[in-house]
């Protein structure tokens, strides 16, 4: 069984999405953890972060949308919320 195959256009494209979703979901593992500990923290801390997620989320799914109605891909998308993600780690890690 050889292992050297090469991926069309259209299945090249699908392993693409599949692999950024999949780095989205472990990159946002991090986030996720951090915001847990800062909101069992409590206090002014937690509330601002509670505050600052909700706010977050309802701006990236205006940002996804848009995207996707003015013609964008699923790929573009995916992409923008790991930038999201990343600046949401370095600065929970930089607390």
Excluded: P
């Excluded at 930038?83 to 890690?93: G, K, M």
């Amino acid at each position: 069984m050889s292992f050297d195959r090469k991926f069309s256009g259209s299945e090249q494209a699908v392993y693409n999405l599949f692999f950024s979703t999949v780095m989205l979901a472990l990159e946002a593992q991090k986030v996720i953890e951090q915001r847990l500990v800062r909101l069992a923290w409590g206090g002014e801390d937690g509330e601002a972060e509670m505050q600052s997620m909700v706010v977050e989320k309802i701006h990236a799914s205006f940002e996804a949308t848009n995207t996707l109605l003015s013609g964008g891909t699923l790929e573009t998308v995916i992409a923008r919320y790991r930038e999201h993600v990343s600046v949401n780690t370095e600065r929970l890690l930089s607390l």
